[in-house]
T-cell receptor, first 114, second 112 residues
């Protein structure tokens, strides 16, 4: 049981390049999330998917797109990378219970845009 | 006022000490609260959920104070391995339980 996996672990892009960050979970969770973490700012929600087939914007969606490919996979795409998108990106998924909303995170992708 | 606020620290404590962190939240109707631990350059990992009645797991105790709108984390008998950043997380009431607000974290250093 791998939990939440993310690829790649590290990436360097030039301004204007595009890339897709991949995320998969094997815990049969309905909900999945993409966050970015910057020094001194905490984790900020980019997009989330409450269930397969749905996606919604979070706090900082500009410059990103997402695809919920199936129940397991949720990808994040940067169409035209900018230096302001240099960050650590975490994917997460959430348990199903009505009283328990615990999130579990992948190991992160460290992205540098030059 | 920020939605979730934490003292960034660092809290430097000797091994074996007891240390407590607080986290304040702005929306009094928030229902779900968590503490996560994050090691340097790693992903956040769930430490414990915080229930209305409090929650204890070994050396760790979490409490909720609704009247003053804060949650707390108490660590007893601190170990070197407890050195990490502790993140407070709140689900605000208008999010449909899907949006999580993270504090910026409190850094703990346990000294030998």
């Amino acid at each position: 049981n791998a939990g939440v996996t993310q690829t790649p672990k590290f990436q360097v892009l030039k301004t204007g390049q595009s890339m897709t960050l991949q995320c998969a979970q094997d815990m049969n969770h309905n909900s999945m999330y993409w966050y970015r973490q910057d020094p001194g700012m905490g984790l900020r929600l980019i997009y989330y998917s409450a269930s397969e087939g749905t996606t919604d914007k979070g706090e900082v969606p500009n410059g990103y797109n997402v695809s919920r490919l199936n129940k397991r996979e949720f990808s994040l795409r940067l169409e035209s990378a900018a230096p302001s998108q240099t960050s650590v990106y975490f994917c997460a998924s959430r348990t199903q219970g009505r009283v328990s909303y615990e999130q579990y995170f992948g190991p992160g992708t460290r992205l540098t845009v030059t | 006022r920020k939605e979730v606020e934490q003292d960034p620290g660092p809290f430097n404590v000797p091994e074996g000490a007891t240390v407590a962190f607080n986290c304040t939240y702005s929306n009094s109707a928030s229902q779900s609260f968590f503490w996560y631990r994050q090691d340097c350059r790693k992903e956040p990992k769930l430490l414990m959920s915080v229930y209305s009645s409090g929650n204890e797991d070994g050396r760790f105790t979490a409490q909720l104070n609704r009247a003053s709108q804060y949650i707390s984390l108490l660590i007893r008998d601190s170990k070197l391995s407890d050195s990490a950043t502790y993140l407070c997380v709140v689900i605000p009431p208008d999010s449909g339980t899907y949006k999580y607000i993270f504090g910026t974290g409190t850094r703990l250093k346990v000294l030998a």
